[in-house]
């Protein structure tokens, strides 16, 4: 399901599947809680998808994170509960009569392993970019510090998935936040990690926001509910404050990258000062 915003066509492609222990979803929630939303598995994992945002912008066909790709061995498609044949990119990209070499841009919002996965696949027993012909943005202090992570974090990173970047001239480091397009803003966010980007569209007094793993599914709109992989538990929550303050002001769009039912929404106070969905706009 697709989505105008004045010149822009927002659609969400659902680039596969995974499982992620719902305890680290959801940090110090109690199971109780969150289990009403997200029930797990034996393993205690929680179903989620990784869905990338493709915006045609005028000339610009710009695809927002690239999901966990296809590079993994059995055991951590086991681990992850990846199903290779559910979905992908490519199919996504031809239900709309695009393939791979049509995107302009690809921006990832942080180079974690299920948002820049993708950016690299095997072809011909070589490592090859996803999308050869796209220029890809990232923050220059979030590129710095996947390089140079922390023991918390070391392991949401794997550099193959990035490397390639560096020497194929298509990578833009940027610094801070900036339009990158007329009505395709970026702007940083310091929570979950060090200099992650959100994408912030807006066109005709209409806003969309890409979330990415700041409020990664509907689940997590109650404020104090935050992933464990948070680097800043206490910076991501002021974070979520004021970004959904002004969107049941004005009216945002949001877009969840997690959310296995929700694409995107309106949010609204519920009237206990608890933001809640309000209208589902797109479910796939």
């Known amino acids: 399901m697709s989505l105008r915003l004045g010149p822009m066509t927002i659609h969400p492609l659902v680039e596969g599947r995974l499982a992620l222990d719902g305890g680290a979803m ?22 989620l998808v990784t869905r990338s945002m493709l915006v045609e912008a005028g000339t610009r066909l710009i695809l927002v994170d690239l999901g966990m790709g296809s590079r993994w061995d059995g055991k951590h498609r086991a681990m992850y509960g990846l199903d290779p044949g559910a979905h992908s990119l490519d199919a996504g990209l031809a239900l709309l009569g695009r393939s791979r070499s049509d995107v302009t841009d690809v921006v990832l919002s942080h180079l974690h392993f299920d948002a820049a996965g993708g950016t690299t696949r095997e072809e011909g027993g070589e490592l090859r970019l996803s999308f050869p ?80 793993d700041l409020i990664p599914t509907t689940a997590h709109l109650h404020a104090p509910w935050i992933s464990a992989f948070d680097l800043y538990p206490l910076t991501a929550i002021e974070e979520k404050r004021q970004l959904l303050a002004q969107a049941v002001e004005e009216g945002w769009r949001l877009f969840f990258a997690r959310d296995p039912d929700v694409a995107i929404c309106t949010v609204k106070d519920d009237g206990s000062g608890q933001v809640v969905v309000d209208q589902v706009l797109a479910t796939a």
Not at 30 to 41: A, H, K, V
Request: some cysteine; overall charge negative.
């Open 26 to 47: 959801f940090g110090v929630v109690p199971r109780t809680l969150w289990e009403r939303r997200f029930p797990p598995d034996d393993r205690n994992r929680i179903s």
């Open 133 to 212: 012909s796209a220029t890809v943005h990232v923050q220059r202090r979030h590129w710095k510090w996947a390089h140079h992570p922390t023991e918390k974090d070391a392991g949401s990173f794997r550099h193959e998935d990035f490397a390639l970047l560096e020497r194929s001239g298509l990578l833009h480091l940027l610094e801070g936040a900036t339009e990158l397009y007329p009505g395709v803003n970026l702007f940083v966010s310091e929570g979950h990690s060090v200099g992650m980007q959100l994408v912030r569209l807006e066109a005709e007094e209409q806003t969309l926001v890409y979330c990415a």
